[in-house]
Nanobody
Framework: QLRLVESGGGLVQPGGSLRLSCAAS????????IGWFRQAPGKEREGVSC????????NYADSVKGRFTISRDSAKNTVLLQMNSLKPEDTAVYYC???????????????????WGQGTQVTVSL
């Protein structure tokens, strides 16, 4: 059974850093594109970053470019999201997802994924 579990969220001050992990089971993260999404209270879910199969390409939302980095840890079957220079507007529940496709294409753009984790809360505040 395919499963995704996020961890690493928490409370951090503006300018701080967090590293989110998306641990996969039931499949190998190297085989499929994995996306990170977030949803803030009262807002629609949005795509944050995505990494294609074998890391051939990565996508970032304009709001996080230069601050967030997505990567894979194949040995741990995990996808990471390193978040630096965090801002209050980054506050949200963060989810990882996959739909077992190679590229970060329409499924990522539309947020239409077959498999989602339970989410991890990130709060950026003084």
């Amino acid at each position: 059974q395919l499963r995704l579990v996020e961890s690493g969220g928490g409370l951090v001050q503006p300018g701080g850093s967090l590293r989110l992990s998306c641990a996969a089971s039931g499949f190998t993260v190297d085989y499929y594109a994995i996306g990170w999404f977030r949803q803030a209270p009262g807002k629609e879910r949005e795509g944050v970053s995505c990494i294609s199969r074998s890391g051939g390409s990565t996508n970032y939302a304009d709001s996080v470019k230069g601050r967030f980095t997505i990567s894979r840890d194949s040995a741990k079957n995990t996808v990471l999201l390193q978040m630096n220079s965090l801002k209050p507007e980054d506050t949200a529940v963060y989810y990882c997802a996959t739909t077992r496709r190679v590229w970060c294409d329409s499924w990522y753009v539309r947020g239409e994924s077959d498999y989602w984790g339970q989410g991890t809360q990130v709060t950026v505040s003084l």
